[in-house]
């Protein structure tokens, strides 16, 4: 019902929708079948995510607009950075000495909070299974690393956080040396890169267990919705699998030691299999891309579309137009949306291109939340400077700290900023002297501070003791952190007056 709602939006808006792959059905009460029919009917297109899906649309009269494909997660990019990193500290921990190899004995398992809640509905001690089950892996030589493959660090409710119930299951283990939990946030790439090195994967979470198969990694699903049967079915694989209404510490390891004993098996329809899964995954970005390119075939004859041929008339002249993001993997940390402008600055200032740069920070006096602009005259004075601030701040009424610099300044403004700093140039040959680069932010509008301090009052966050505010830190789309003064002179060494003993980071938090 929320997903048909979430298209439904967009629909009565006149934008187009397009449904990646997707289990749907089935379709039993009158309110599920009348809404699945008005909204699904509607959509330019519904990937359906295995043959009984499209049954169950077909039961409801939808077949036109209907496609079958594979998970649209399969084709995601590994990456080279967490690649990296996880092999680093398999490198350094002689735990997983042989993982990734036919020699190993590291099984992943990953634990879920909704399996758990499910489980308690029917009274079944889904976290004492857990535990059991690791105990006796454990027994029997097997080395277990435990996988929150949903995570919220910093909130204490279960929805998409398992790290609570995993918190819960390694402390219940007997053996710690056997076993491997990180209390942590991962990236999507980061977990993948784990489970690659396991030998096997008991997965009650949907995308561990397609990060799993990615890495050809044999899965036992433990799970409680036809989408994870779906997925193995595309591997001829559906037969291992448990639904969690039929749990127990006994099941539970009978049919991990079938599963085990048929892994060559299992290995090698995954093999035979894995090709066509991937190219039907990559059929969610073709289907859509068509799509697309009709809507803009048409919408060009209307002329309601931006003219790609003539990107001038919406830049402006200019040579080119690019994206990218700073290589300095500190710098991106920091920063609030790849690191670019900071990274440009420091490259600059390092090749003696400029003298300065006049950048901007928010900073909190005596609780009070205010700004801070200056001429930045090292590379550590930059990179403090980094991260967006949502909230007007009249620079131009500052002009004169360029005035009064003596050298070559960069500066970084919002455009409109940079509009009203043109006209000044234009009667100042001193202004025009200095400023050689002038660099604008994409604005997203122009806020008062009472905009901020209202979020900040929502969620009972005080100032007091704070030195500064960041809105938006680290990779997209950041995270909301507390750090203590020492801990955030290890994370971000940017010098801090001592006498303040707090750091806060508020960062734009993405909704449940």
């Known amino acids: 019902m929320e997903i048909r709602a979430r298209a439904a939006v967009p629909m009565l808006l006149g934008v187009p929708a397009m449904k990646y792959s997707q289990a749907m059905g089935t379709f039993h009460s009158f309110t599920n079948c009348f809404l699945a029919k008005w909204i699904l009917t509607k959509i330019k297109l519904i990937c359906g995510r295995d043959e009984g899906t499209l049954e169950n649309l077909k039961s409801i009269g939808i077949e036109e607009n209907v496609q ?21 500290v398999c490198r350094a921990d002689e735990f997983y000495r042989a993982c990734g190899s036919a020699d190993s004995r590291l099984v992943g398992i990953s634990i879920s909070s909704v399996v758990e809640k499910k489980c308690g509905k029917i009274n079944i001690d889904y976290k004492g299974i857990m535990v059991d089950f690791i105990d006796k892996l454990n027994r029997a030589g097997y080395k277990v690393l435990i996988i929150a493959n949903g995570a919220r660090i910093n909130s204490q409710k279960p929805r998409n956080n398992d790290l609570m119930i995993c918190d819960a299951v390694y402390e219940g283990v007997k053996d710690k040396r056997m076993v491997r939990w990180y ?52 591997f001829h694989l559906g037969q291992y699998a448990i639904d969690f209404s039929n749990l127990t510490a006994e099941s539970l390891e009978q049919e991990f030691y079938k599963f085990a004993e048929c892994e060559d098996e299992i290995r090698g329809k995954i093999e035979e299999s894995y090709e066509a899964v991937m190219e039907s995954s990559r059929k969610n970005i073709e289907y859509v891309g068509a799509i697309v390119d009709e809507i803009v075939a048409k919408s060009a004859k209307k002329k309601k579309i931006l003219d790609y041929k003539n990107p001038d008339k919406y830049l402006g002249t200019h040579v080119a137009c690019r994206k990218g993001y700073a ?9 609030a949306s790849g690191g670019m402008v900071t990274a440009l600055l420091c490259h600059l200032l390092k090749t003696g291109q400029i003298d300065g740069a006049w950048v901007t920070k928010t900073k909190v006096e005596n609780g009070v939340l205010g700004y801070d602009t200056f001429i930045a005259v090292t590379e550590e004075e930059i990179r403090g400077a980094s991260s967006s601030i949502y909230m007007n701040i009249p620079l131009l009424k500052h002009v004169d700290i360029v005035r009064n610099f003596d050298g070559k300044v960069a500066v970084v403004m919002t455009p ?28 997203s509008g122009n806020h008062s ?43 971000f060494p940017i010098p801090r007056p001592s006498a303040l003993t707090k750091t806060l980071t508020f960062l734009r938090k993405e909704a449940a």
């Open 68 to 88: 079958l494909c594979a998970d649209g997660a399969f084709t995601m990019a590994d990456d080279a950075r967490c690649n990296e990193m996880v092999d680093g």
């Open 183 to 234: 209390h942590k946030e991962m990236e999507a790439e980061e977990i993948r890169a784990y489970l690659g090195k396991c030998r096997f994967l008991v997965a009650s979470r949907f995308h561990a267990m397609i990060g799993a198969l990615e890495q050809k990694v044999p899965v036992l699903r433990v799970g409680w919705s036809h989408k994870y049967q779906e997925v193995l079915d595309f």
């Open 327 to 335: 290589q300095d993997e500190g710098i991106r940390e920091n920063a």
């Open 449 to 491: 501070d009472k905009a901020t301090l209202l979020s900040l009052e929502q969620s009972k966050v005080s100032l007091d003791g704070a030195e500064r505010l960041y809105y938006r830190r680290g990779h997209w789309r950041g995270c909301r952190l507390w750090f203590t003064r020492t801990e955030a002179r290890k994370l």
């Open 416 to 443: 409109c900023m940079l509009h009203g700093l043109e006209k000044l140039m234009e009667k100042d040959a001193g202004l025009r002297e200095k400023i050689v680069l002038k660099l604008g932010l994409y604005c």
